[in-house]
């Protein structure tokens, strides 16, 4: 600002020297000291604005969490699954969706003991098994979202004990109810994102080759399984996979456009 403020004011003293006519303010005169101190001192209300909340937000972020707002804060997602079944908020006003979510202060990662003690106090359930899945932006540019899934062996014990409104759900149930839009955004991709990096993990290899030789091949599907799935869904490299695997038109041509040409390289984890 400093060398901006040098500059116009150099240019406004050599126009003054050499163009400016005070028998009379004509269009030129006008314009150099009446418009453009104008319009900049508008653009440096804006542009200081736009930093100092920026440094507002930031604070806010680090030094105290508001509670009468979901900004800044963390919004955390738990899919509770038992066997083949997910169990999901039975309101009928609401779509359907998890009723395990809850706002915390804002964290970047959670450890899943933090987020099973967390299950435990709000729904009375011990018999869980948490694990990791992703996370992702928020609707809200301040808010991050962490997902988790939980583990239940008895379905009847934590329907019993955990105080929440819902019911358990097939996933041929969830895809019909999907389709009559019935299901949750959130829910949906998160749905998704498991089935699209599951799929490709078990299909193929870190570098999209077939993992049997058969094309096109389409694994088992199961919710059941999910505890035994070795494979990690925050992992960018599966989602690559997913849509860039041996299996697509092209594959290998575009592997190496991407190797010699683009100088992509492989995609990996942070």
């Known amino acids: 600002m400093l060398s901006l403020s040098a500059l116009l004011t150099a240019l406004t003293y050599a126009y003054y020297f050499t163009f400016y006519i005070n028998t009379n303010i004509n269009t030129p005169n006008e314009l150099v000291f009446i418009w453009i101190p104008g319009i900049l001192y508008i653009m440096s209300v804006i542009l200081f604005g736009m930093r100092y909340l920026g440094i ?66 709000r729904t009375n359930c011990n018999d869980c098994h948490v694990r990791f899945l992703y996370n992702s932006p928020g609707f809200n540019s301040d808010c991050n979202v962490l997902h988790f899934v939980s583990f239940i062996s008895d379905a009847e014990v934590f329907d019993g004990n955990s105080g929440l409104n819902g019911q358990w759900y097939t996933l041929h149930q969830i895809v019909k109810e999907q389709k009559a839009g019935h299901v949750a955004a959130a829910l949906t991709q998160e749905i998704n994102r498991i089935h699209r990096v599951v799929m490709a993990w078990k299909s193929y290899d870190r570098n999209g080759h077939r993992l049997y030789p058969i094309k096109n091949y389409t694994p088992i599907f199961n919710l059941r399984d999910f505890p035994k799935w070795d494979v990690d869904l925050d992992d960018p490299v599966w989602i690559a996979v997913s849509t860039n695997n041996e299996d697509k038109p092209l594959f290998h041509l575009r592997n190496l456009w991407r190797k010699y040409v683009a100088g992509g390289g492989k995609v990996e984890k942070d």
């Open 56 to 121: 507002y937000q930031y604070y806010r972020k680090e030094v105290a969490h508001q509670a009468d707002t979901h900004a800044d804060s963390t919004l955390l997602r738990i899919m509770i699954l038992c066997e083949d079944f997910v169990y999901l908020s039975s309101d009928s006003e609401k779509q359907l969706d998890t009723p395990a979510e809850f706002y915390i202060p804002h964290r970047d990662r959670m450890d899943p003991s933090e987020v099973k003690t967390i299950l435990q106090k």
